[in-house]
């Protein structure tokens, strides 16, 4: 039996993982991926807008090549605190179902492998920190399930010479519409905003603003898809319907957590914010014992909790687990 297991094995989820370690608190992290999964699917060429500092955790220093971190250098730090403080992660293992279990006055959480096979883990407390980059945003047009459809950027070489509509306009829709011009695509973006976002990083700005001025790249703003066929997107412009040839749809709408999930466990969420019900101080929900972090406790407003200020939860949920640890023991 456990004290507690963290379900995700972000920075955030890791940041907690340290301060229970920091506290003798046994503990176990469960991960259906890769640790950091969600850095490591960021564009392989990504450089983040924080300062390595405000991405430490464990007072184990993040050194940077410059101002600014990398994506390989952020996967490469994160490595280094888990091996370094070694930290009870077990990755590639999805937990599948968790339940309280009057017997053991426990949770019983259930995963499953890559290989297939069932575990089921007891803790006595468990921390939600699955993170929102598994759920991208719909459009909820009809073609969007197409095989030439993602919501997902990586890399600008797989779209060289192609016809690209990318569908957005933050930081993502930016950086990839400047990388596919670069390697040599045909690109359009569609944005339903007035222009693109105010938000975007300062030094990609003026790199989408000057293909934009100058027309290196198709755009269309106010304007929505309304479907995605085999050959063309259909756009609502201004000006009317119009169909817009293309080869791949990168549809970078955004993400959010998984509130479904939970539910299951008896969490109550926010109809109209999707935030679960949580103690602001101790970050326990309202389920005695379930706890959130990360951007999981933000709903539907994924851009109001980064690394930056959720790694900041952790020791607010260390210390609620230890006091119910010494209640108990005591």
Same mark, same amino acid.
């Given at each position: 039996?456990?004290?507690?297991?963290?379900?995700?094995?972000?920075?955030c989820?890791?940041?907690?993982?340290?301060?229970?370690?920091?506290?003798?608190i046994?503990?176990?992290? $469960?991960?259906?991926?890769?640790?950091?999964?969600?850095?490591?699917?960021f564009?392989?060429q990504?450089?983040?807008?924080?300062?390595?500092e405000?991405?430490?955790?464990?007072? %184990?220093?993040?050194?940077?090549?410059?101002?600014?971190?990398?994506r390989?250098?952020?996967?490469t730090?994160?490595?280094? @605190?888990?091996?370094?403080?070694?930290?009870?992660v077990r990755?590639?293992?999805?937990v599948?179902?968790?339940?309280?279990?009057?017997r053991?006055g426990?949770?019983?959480?259930?995963?499953?492998?890559?290989?297939?096979?069932?575990?089921?883990?007891?803790?006595?407390a468990?921390?939600?920190?699955?993170?929102y980059?598994?759920?991208?945003?719909?459009?909820?047009?009809?073609?969007?399930?197409?095989?030439?459809?993602?919501?997902?950027?990586?890399?600008?070489h797989?779209?060289y010479g192609q *016809?690209? @509509?990318?569908?957005g306009?933050?930081?993502?829709?930016?950086?990839?519409a400047?990388d596919l011009?670069? @390697?040599?695509?045909s690109?359009?973006?569609?944005? *339903?905003?007035p222009a693109?976002s105010?938000? $975007?990083?300062?030094?990609?700005?003026?790199?989408?603003?000057?293909?934009?001025?100058?027309r290196a $790249?198709?755009?269309?703003?106010?304007s929505?898809?309304?479907?995605?066929?085999?050959?063309?997107?259909?756009? &609502?412009? /201004?000006?009317?319907?119009l169909d %817009?040839p293309?080869?791949?749809?990168?549809?970078?709408t955004?993400?959010?957590?998984?509130?479904s999930?939970?539910?299951?466990l008896?969490?109550q %969420?926010d109809? &109209?914010?999707?935030?679960?019900?949580h103690?602001?101080?101790?970050?326990?929900t309202?389920?005695?014992g379930?706890?959130?972090?990360?951007?999981v406790?933000?709903?539907?407003d994924?851009?109001? $909790?980064?690394i930056?200020n959720?790694?900041?939860q952790a /020791?607010?949920?260390?210390d609620?687990i230890a006091?119910?640890?010494a209640?108990?023991?005591?």
């Amino acid at each position: 039996m456990f004290e507690a297991c963290i379900i995700g094995a972000g920075p955030c989820g890791l940041a907690v993982s340290v301060e229970l370690k920091r506290r003798g608190i046994p503990h176990v992290v $469960i991960e259906k991926s890769c640790i950091v999964s969600t850095i490591y699917r960021f564009p392989t060429q990504m450089v983040f807008n924080s300062t390595p500092e405000r991405l430490e955790i464990g007072d %184990i220093p993040f050194y940077t090549e410059r101002a600014k971190p990398t994506r390989m250098e952020a996967l490469t730090y994160y490595r280094t @605190v888990v091996r370094r403080l070694e930290l009870p992660v077990r990755q590639y293992e999805e937990v599948t179902a968790v339940e309280w279990d009057d017997r053991n006055g426990g949770f019983r959480v259930h995963s499953r492998t890559l290989s297939g096979r069932t575990l089921e883990t007891e803790a006595r407390a468990v921390v939600v920190a699955t993170g929102y980059f598994d759920h991208p945003n719909m459009l909820g047009v009809p073609g969007e399930n197409l095989p030439h459809v993602t919501h997902y950027y990586r890399d600008a070489h797989p779209y060289y010479g192609q *016809r690209v @509509v990318i569908i957005g306009g933050t930081n993502s829709a930016a950086e990839a519409a400047i990388d596919l011009h670069r @390697v040599g695509a045909s690109v359009t973006l569609v944005h *339903r905003g007035p222009a693109m976002s105010d938000k $975007i990083k300062p030094w990609v700005k003026p790199d989408i603003q000057s293909l934009l001025d100058k027309r290196a $790249i198709d755009f269309h703003f106010r304007s929505r898809v309304t479907e995605i066929c085999a050959d063309h997107v259909r756009v &609502e412009t /201004p000006e009317g319907p119009l169909d %817009i040839p293309c080869d791949h749809v990168l549809a970078l709408t955004g993400y959010h957590p998984d509130t479904s999930f939970l539910e299951k466990l008896g969490v109550q %969420i926010d109809l &109209e914010t999707g935030t679960p019900a949580h103690d602001e101080t101790t970050y326990e929900t309202n389920v005695p014992g379930i706890y959130v972090a990360g951007v999981v406790v933000s709903g539907f407003d994924a851009n109001r $909790i980064f690394i930056e200020n959720g790694r900041l939860q952790a /020791p607010r949920i260390a210390d609620a687990i230890a006091s119910r640890m010494a209640a108990r023991v005591g």
